[in-house]
Structures are given as C-alpha cells and as structure tokens.
C-alpha cells in the first residue's frame, strides 16, 4: 500500500525500481562514511563508559562483530532460495516531551547524528511527542532512512514513529481502549492516545510486519493503580499481533513496555504471540546489566524511583519471531549505557536497545506456534484475568460513587430550585433572599453534576472494556482447555 | 482462540468433539422443524405484503430455491478437494435503543423467533445497544446457534453483536478513531463507541473472517457535516480488514455502512478491499426494489427523511470476497419488505439483509485483487481524500475558535481577579463591591474556559486523526500510481 518516507532532496533513488529488493545491511559495520579498517564501526555510545554498569555474557570480544568490513564495499547479496538476512534494528523512548524534558532538542539531534552515522535497518522511536521533533529527524535521516512514518493519536499524539532503510508498504494504527484517567493530570498518559503502530516491510521477499507500542507507565509498583489498564494494552496487544500477522514470514515487536520482563503482562503478550525475547535469546549481549534500560547511571532516571532496584530495571524490549518457513536467531543485543558519546548527557532517560537478527528460511519456524507451553499460558491468562477482575470491580465502585455524587448534586439543584420558587413567593412579602451565597451553592451543583457525570460516563466504558477483556481471556481460556486446532 | 457461546443448558453437544467441521446448512429450507414437502421454508417476512415494493430479478420463481428438501434429512457432506458450501447469513440493524425505539422488546422477540425458526447459519446484527437484550437472544437461540459474541465499546456499546451455528475461533473490535461530536446529543452517534468487530470461523476447514460494523448516521445528505467522519471510518474499515484478513479464505463482512451504494465511501471500501457487493452479484434477488434497507412502507421510518427516494435507500450491506483459492458465489439475495410475517410492525427501520452464498475451492480467486481497476481506484481514493481534506479544515476552525474562546475566558477571569484585588482595596476605602455579579461572571468565565478548553482537546484529536488519514490516503494514492507489487 502507501509508501512513506522522506522522498524530497535526500539523494535517494525513488523511481520506479523495485525498492522492497534492496539488500539490508549485511553486517555491523555498514555505514558508508570512510572508516579505517578493523575500527569500531558500531554506536560509540555502546563503549563502555566510567561508571556504567555493564556486562557481557558471550566470551567473544564483543567488539569483534563490528571489525568486519564496511558492508558498501563487501555486500553479501541476499538470494532467494538460500536466502539469510542481517537485521539491525534500534528501539529507543527518546522522552522527547515539549517544554517538559530536559535538553529535549540537543537531545532529539544527537539521537539524528547517532542514528545517521550507525545506519541502523529499522528504528523504532516512542515518546516522539512533538511533531516537529519528527519532522527535524525526517529531514536530517532522509539520507539514510528514506522511508518512516509517523502514528498520529489523541491529543497529544501517540509517541511513535518508523525510520527504515526498506520501503514502508502500509501501515495501521490501533489505540488501546484503556489508558489511564482523565482526571491523572500528574500522569497525564490519557492524554497521549497510547497504541501500537504496525509498519510492513518486505526485504528481499521476505514480508516483515513490526510493531511499534509504548504501554501505560508504571508510577507505584507496591500499589500499581494502572496494572488492569496495561493489561488490558498488553491483552490487545497481542490480540492485535496474532489478528494482523498472519501472513508475515517475520514479526518484529519493539517499545517501552512499562513491564518488568518477569510481570505477568509480559508472559501474557509473549505467551499468547509466541514472541521470543531478544534479550534472552542473544548469544552475544553488551550492555547494561540484566539488560536494563531504566538505570541509576542515567542523570535524567528519577533516582528514588530506581531505589529498589540497584542495577536499574529493564521495561525497552525487542521480541520477535518467524511465522512461516523462516527462523529468526538474535545474534547480539546491546544497550546504551548512560551518556552518550562524547557529550555530558544520555540520549534519553531509558536507554536505547539494539538487536542484530538473523533471518533464514529453513523448514518450519518454531515461533509458528503459541511460545510457552499450553498449560503454562492457561495459567499465565488465569493470572492476568484476576488482576483484571480486580481492575473491573475497582471501575464498578468509581462508576457507583461517580453515579450517586451526579445523583446528590442534581438533588441539590432540585432543592435549589423549589427553595428559589418560595424566595419568589416570599420576595412578595419582602423577605430578604441571600442572592450570593444561593447563586454560589447553585454554581457549586452544577459544577459536581457535570464532573459527576463526566467520570460516571468515563467509568461506565472502563467497566465495559475491562468486562470485555476478561470475556475474552476466558473465552481463551477455554480455548487453551479444549486444544483447538488454531493456536 | 476463543470459543464463545451460550453453553449452558442450549442442548448442543459442546464436548471436545472437531465442532469446526460440522457442516453448515446445505439448502435453504434447513430448519429441522417438521415440515410439508415443497412448504416455503424460508422467512414468511419475505412473503409479498400488501402495499410493499418488490422485485423479483431473476426469471426464476424465488420459491424454487425453498422447496428442496430440508436439510436434516438428506445433508449434502461437505468434502475436502472438492469442496462446495452454501453459506445463509441475515444483517439486520435491530433499533433496539433502550428506552427510546418504539415496541424495542416485543421487535426483539419478534427477530429471536424468526431467527430460531430460520436457522441461519451467520447473524450480523446492528443497535442491539442493551446487553440485556443480547442476553435474551442468546437464551432464546442457544439452541440454533450455540456461539454468539457481543462486542463492547464506548459509553453505551458497539451495538454489534453476532451468532453463529458454528465455534467463533477468534474476536477483535477496532473502534473508529472519530465518530461525530459529544456535543451533538441530539444525534448521539459519538457516546456509541462505533467500531467494526471480527469473528473468525472455520467451517469445514475453510477460515472465515467475518466482519459486523455500523457507521455513523447520514442525518442530512444535502450538507452532511460527518461525511469526512463516515469517510475516516471506511478507510479504517478497509484498512483493518485488509491487515486482519490476510490468512483468511473467505471475508463477509455485514452491516448497516449509513452510504447510498454510488456514495464515495462504498466505492472506497469496495475498491480498496476488493469486497463484492451481494446485491450487485446475487444471481436470484428479491425484496424492496432496488433492494433498499429503509423503506416508506415501514412504518418506523421517519417519512420525511425518505422523500427524496420514494423507492427507499439502500444503506445495509453484505459484502463479501474469497482470499485464498477459493471462490464465492452470491446465489440469491432477499431483503424484507416491511411489516414482520402475521404482525402489525416490521422487525426493525430497517430491513434485514440475507443473502445465500455458494463457496468452492477452486482455482485462484478473482477476489484476490484489488476489486477495481487501478486507474479508477486513484480517482476514489482522491475524491475521499478531497473530502477528508474539507472535514480536515473544518476541524482546524474549529479547533482555532475553541481555543479563541478558551483565551477569551481565561483573559476575563485575569481581569476579575485583577478587579477583585483592586475591590481588596478598595474594600479598606469603604467602597461597595457587587459580589453577586461578580461572582456570576466569575463562574461563567470558569465554565466557558473548561468547556472550551474541552473542545479545543476535541478538535484537536479531530484535526490529528484527519490529517492521519489524509496522509494515508496520500501514500496509498503514490503507491497506486506507482504500481508495487503488495496489493
């Protein structure tokens, strides 16, 4: 379908060339920009940094992937049949809020350079808030990244945004039903239309569909107010994932979760996608340790928030998986860690992941069926359905409390009203009547009815959604029970 | 996925047996009721009724199809490889609005009955707002249709809801992202929570995607201030079946679209999804000419809104298409024609939709493809666009005056605190201060600024979703003129 993507003055050839057979970087060290031999040709701000906690799980230097020539000299064509494909894919949330992040632009141009100068194949953005943040990295990346797109929702927009090196064929947006209240100002995520954007891409004939989200924040771990909300997002997530990827060979899923990796949210979206987590499927890993991306070491992390948690806590993800004749292998995983390189501060307050996949055709993909095992995931559901369930009857009780408060205001304007109708039978005997403090207290009603209203109607379509998500959750229970043929 | 359905106490053997390849009915006469050989099976509704518009397309008598033999007795076996199924759906807007459709209960009982008696093998039905009115049909009918999904969305409900003779595998909603203004109580489409809702069904092994959906009402053709709303919502429509269908063999899709046949959207959807229309291609038709869904003859129709069409428009639709190597066949279709069989009142304001349709396994589907011509596409594409574009600047006045008027109120609530702290003063001095008025316009001023404070949000969550999908149409505009290989 459409094809996005800067097209104007970015030197890239945009005739009529069949474009979805460009061949994807072939190795880690792809950007064209002169380097000297055996470099790093890798994002420098993964060089580990003085205070950065980091770890490396394979025993290889983890340097010597990015020793390989400079793929523009060397590309290994990619060929039907046979066919393997390196993928570089960068996710980040860049906290590009206006007027309310730290160095929003200096940072939203470092991350342009970055992303210039390392030519990743895909990249993933959320938390691009401001559309003209957009529009500067559109211009800047056009060289590099002909192609992106970006997903416009609720007030302020939905954060997300594509840049790829291959053409963007079509795109959909799907908004979560429920995302926080209104009335959280502090919070403020209602008013950001959080969804998932889907972005489908073919490469060397291999159709990938990648999905773009960021999920509700966490703001309390110990009493989690918003926990039936991401629920609910992860629960359409997946739903959305499993409906619209049936005829893609790969499924690639990065954002903010908002999700530790072992919370039943994300058991929940990986066991009922079948995703596989990069981050535990890589063989060679370069980062922070545990993989965090929210970490003490960033001077923009709110410290006290990460008390808990010494090392930092990992919420960016990179999950996969192959759905037809192919099979995806995540070769290595890397996060920034802190500052970016050569300046005094990070690129965002999470840091970025960075995933090297393999993509081959051979036989019959594993990821084609559901990701853990069935008894496991019934129980996974089960989990996810009760927190829902206390979600429901928590929305039960505000859509009631709301309801009788609009009730005792519009009994309060009724009293008002017969008490104005005797001041006027009583003004006729010349009676004082307290006009100020009348006309105040009926302001006052008036006031509580409409807010009143406002949040019973808001609760009535929490109920709604919430009773809607445990309906299916135990239609899939029943599923899982009965092992039907369709996974 | 999901197995959905009235289980409890239906009579149907709800044990593990492969319930996905019972076969479906094979003739139209297939309610197993004793019956009188050569007797009319089909709905008495569709029996000509005095004073209703009729038209019989086909040379044949429309009754010879009924005569077969019922089903039951003599079940054609529905084979792999050489597969032939006749597939019965009903679409019916229902005008079930608590409270405010006309005999809304005894309609209800009305549709159940005709439905239990009919045995359909698919239902699609539209405004069923109460969810206890979908409760009562799903007692009622459990016995005929033991599967049966409700969607839930928005304030007071999708409305949509399906029953099946056959397990639902699978459910999505996808809400529209615009649906008219809150502010127009009198039209209320906005608190409906309009959305398409998809169930997946297999019947002997074939995958069905079945869509139910109802766009917003059409309340003045001649300056129709939602048609940018209604055109948002089809491409959504297209968009979401054309992403959600792709492993499907076969794609119905069913409901009340609000657009005349020749109208932008329809060609829009149809053009865009490659969905045939059942009136179109049905080999048998009969029912209302022209085969219209409101009618003058029915007596809840609002007379006036039709007399420009004495024959009646068509607003209700089945639409369908085959994916895979499969092709479908619309053999007949019916509307009613006004008043239900033996009663004084129609089952709806509108008339329901039932078409029969033949699909077999053979060959490469025609339907594979987009439904219209390239060339022409464009042209349906531009115009939609042209129109989302008027609906887009619109918004963008409205959203500027909004905000005008926010910072109107805001300047005078700064001037009456200005005043009020001039009156502080001059209080000391002895002057009198008119507190009443001064507080009256105080709580005016806050009222103006919250309420357009709140349009302003509104307008601009309208002007982003505009700007959206004029963009996406813009793309998909590029990528038909530039031919690629994804249809």
């Not at 494909?85 to 160095?103: M, T, V």
């Amino acid at each position: 379908m459409g094809v996005a993507g800067g097209r104007g003055g970015d030197g890239v050839d945009h005739s009529g060339a069949p474009r979805a057979l460009l061949p994807p970087s072939l190795c880690l060290g792809s950007a064209p920009a002169p380097q000297q031999p055996g470099s790093p040709a890798l994002p420098r701000a993964l060089r580990q940094l003085p205070g950065a906690v980091t770890s490396t799980r394979s025993p290889q230097d983890p340097l010597s992937a990015r020793r390989c020539p400079p793929a523009p000299t060397k590309p290994q064509q990619a060929m039907e049949g046979d066919l393997t494909l390196q993928l570089r894919i960068f996710d980040l949330n860049c906290w590009a809020i206006r007027y309310l992040s730290k160095r929003r632009q200096e940072r939203v141009q470092l991350i342009g350079d970055m992303l210039r100068r390392e030519r990743f194949d895909l990249v993933l953005l959320q938390e691009v808030w401001s559309e003209q943040d957009y529009s500067d990295l559109k211009a800047r990346l056009g060289s590099c990244y002909p192609f992106s797109h970006y997903f416009r929702s609720g007030v302020i927009g939905s954060g997300l945004c594509v840049f790829s090196r291959f053409p963007i064929l079509d795109t959909l947006l799907y908004q979560y039903s429920l995302n926080g209240y209104p009335y959280m100002l502090q919070h403020g995520d209602w008013f950001c239309g959080k969804s998932v954007g889907l972005v489908v891409i073919k490469i060397s004939g291999i159709l990938f569909n990648v999905y773009v989200t960021h999920l509700h924040a966490e703001y309390c771990r110990e009493k989690d107010a918003y926990l039936p909300h991401r629920l609910v997002q992860a629960w359409e997530l997946a739903q959305f994932i499993r409906h619209t990827s049936k005829a893609a060979d790969v499924v690639l899923l990065g954002g903010d979760l908002n999700m530790h990796p072992e919370d039943v949210g994300i058991r929940l979206l990986r066991g009922w996608t079948g995703l596989r987590d990069a981050f535990a499927e890589a063989t060679r890993f370069e980062g922070c340790e545990d993989g965090c991306t929210l970490i003490p070491n960033n001077c923009f992390t709110v410290k006290t928030e990460l008390l808990p948690f010494p090392l930092g806590i990992r919420i960016d993800y990179i999950l996969y998986k192959a759905i037809s004749s192919f099979t995806v292998k995540c070769e290595e995983l890397k996060t920034t860690t802190g500052t970016a390189p050569g300046m005094d501060i990070p690129f965002s307050d999470h840091e970025a992941v960075m995933a090297t996949l393999h993509i081959r055709r051979q036989g019959q993909a594993a990821g084609a069926t559901l990701g853990t095992a069935e008894p496991m995931l019934a129980d996974v559901v089960t989990e996810a359905r009760t927190e829902v369930g206390v979600g429901l009857r928590a929305a039960q009780r505000q859509r009631y409390s709301t309801g009788r408060m609009a009730v005792l205001a519009l009994l309060l304007l009724l009293l008002q009203a017969a008490a104005a109708l005797g001041a006027l039978a009583g003004l006729a005997t010349g009676q004082p009547f307290p006009k100020l403090s009348f006309s105040l207290l009926a302001f006052l009603a008036i006031g509580v009815l409409l807010l009143a209203t406002g949040l019973h109607l808001f609760h009535t379509i929490e109920v709604k959604m919430l009773q809607g998500t445990e309906e299916q959750m135990r239609m899939a229970l029943r599923a899982l029970q009965e092992r039907p043929s369709d996974g």
